[in-house]
């Protein structure tokens, strides 16, 4: 969010920030599986994590989920009205001021609707999570964010594969249970933009 304020508020207009801008477009539109392979490359292969760790998928999750942030981030700031950043302006706020005290708290419903968008795309992604190696058989739950783990996309993906007339019972179970965390998660970002949202 950092990132969607400094571009939107503070950034320079100049050839080094709409290549920044263009990127950012470009990455949201990037498939899945091409931050899965990212984050074999950089967090496997080049820093050495460990693999089919709970650190590596949500780093890899955070790197897909960054550029869909940014840009509901910098929607919501464009769309407060310049006449409330004129008017702190002329009451002798400071630029800074202007933006923490103006302009995101009336930004937030859109901040947080796509906040919450954004992880529930993550939640249901499958793969770069197997590009990473999350798609181990885990006997038990991981004890720390370095411990082989695996996640309920991927889990619902190993038991469909199952040929045991139980673990269809268990694939169903884990698709409703996933189902119904991201309708509750859409659910909330909906409550959240009406909640807060301001009209004028």
């Known amino acids: 969010m950092l990132s969607a304020i400094y571009l939107e508020e503070f950034a320079p207009r100049n050839r080094f920030t709409d290549v920044i801008e263009v990127s950012i477009n470009n990455l949201a539109a990037v498939p899945s599986i091409i931050f899965g392979l990212l984050g074999l490359a ?40 310049p006449s409330i950043r004129e008017a702190a302006l002329g009451v002798g706020a400071s630029k800074m ?44 739950p991981p004890s720390g964010i370095t411990d082989p783990a695996t996640v309920l996309p991927v889990q619902i993906f190993l038991w ?27 659910a909330l970002a909906i409550y959240l933009r009406n909640r807060f949202e301001q009209r004028w």
Do not use: Y
């Open 97 to 140: 001021q202007v933006v923490f005290h103006h302009v995101l708290p009336l930004a937030l419903p859109g901040i947080l609707t796509g906040t919450i968008i954004g992880m529930a795309r993550a939640l249901g992604e499958t793969a770069p999570l197997l590009m990473i190696g999350m798609r181990a058989f885990i006997a038990v």
């Open 42 to 81: 950089v967090f496997l292969n080049t820093m050495n994590l460990p693999r089919s760790a709970p650190l590596v998928g949500g780093l890899t999750l955070a790197l897909m989920t960054m550029p869909v942030i940014v840009i509901a981030g910098r929607n919501a700031i464009t769309s407060v009205p």
């Open 160 to 186: 469909s594969d199952e040929v045991d007339r139980a673990f269809i019972e268990k694939t169903s179970a884990a698709i409703i249970v996933l189902l119904v965390f991201m309708l509750m998660m859409n």
